[in-house]
């Protein structure tokens, strides 16, 4: 059993049982900013590099699978200036990522309704997922335009569409069939969700694929989260003792 430790008070990390998937609900970037008397733009700057470091820390350890929310349904509600100031950021990001896949081998999904997003980000995000294919490792799912809801609603859609043409039984419907029809189709349900800047709610996030996930919330705000605080995180959760409705 490999631990982690150093000098100062550690996280006390099992990395031979560490959760196959974690969700990060990446928030407080905003807050981040207004604290420093910064633009909420430059929250999401430094939260887009905070990511970056976090996804290869993810692969470096051994995680299966980071699933992280970036964009919200919701968060369309926000000013012009500062969507479309995220976009560009995911657009620099998507960019420098293919850039350097060879290197990070960081295999790359997106779950969300993408067709919403301009033409020119949703050939990235396409591009992106195409080059990465073929890596094994560390899957990385980038929520955009994302909402549980919204997901929800899409899968029952896409079903009923089914059941109409003959390809799927209306009578035979399972939770593991249904779980097919959602953007997270194949990937494990989340073990472990982390929720950093303080807010306790999940705004809209994985509602189907949470019902069994351990949750870990911290003041930490986003553009601050570090790799100890993952480690933090999943030494919480491996703290925890998962019942599934059993004793
Ligand atoms: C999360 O940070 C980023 C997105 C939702 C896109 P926020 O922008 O929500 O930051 P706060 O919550 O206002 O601090
Ligand atoms: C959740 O954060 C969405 C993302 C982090 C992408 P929000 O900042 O949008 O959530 P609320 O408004 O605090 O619930
Ligand atoms: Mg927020």
Not at 3 to 18: A, C, G, N, W, Y
Not at 54 to 68: C, H, P, Q, R, S
Not at 125 to 137: F, K, L, N, P, V
Not at 139 to 158: F, M, T, W
């Amino acid at each position: 059993m490999a631990i982690f430790s150093s000098k100062t008070r550690e996280p006390q990390v099992d990395f031979s049982h560490l959760p196959r998937h974690v969700a990060i609900i990446m928030d407080g970037n905003g807050r981040w900013a207004r604290k420093r008397g910064l633009p909420r733009t430059a929250g999401h700057a430094v939260g887009a590099e905070t990511f970056r470091t976090i996804a290869t820390y993810a692969k470096e350890i051994g995680l299966e699978y980071l699933t992280v929310y970036a964009f919200s349904t919701e968060n369309w509600k926000r000013s012009q200036e500062e969507v479309q100031s995220i976009m560009g950021l995911l657009k620099k990001y998507l960019l420098e990522a293919i850039g350097q896949m060879e290197r990070d081998k960081v295999k790359m999904e997106f779950f969300g309704d993408l067709s919403r997003l301009s033409p020119e980000l949703q050939e990235l995000c396409q591009h992106a997922r195409e080059i990465s294919s073929r890596y094994d490792g560390c899957q990385v799912n980038i929520c955009l335009n994302y909402g549980g809801r919204d997901e929800i609603i899409r899968g029952i859609k896409a079903w009923q569409a089914d059941c109409a043409a003959g390809k799927a039984n209306p009578e035979a419907l399972t939770e593991a069939g249904f779980s097919d029809y959602l953007f997270s189709k194949g990937v494990p349900d989340p073990d472990l969700i982390i929720r950093p800047s303080g807010e306790v709610r999940t705004s809209n996030f994985l509602l189907w694929q949470s019902a069994y996930s351990e949750y870990y919330f911290t003041d930490v705000l986003w553009p601050d989260f570090s790799k100890t605080n993952l480690l933090e995180a999943i030494e919480a959760f491996q703290k925890r003792s998962r019942r599934y409705g059993g004793v």
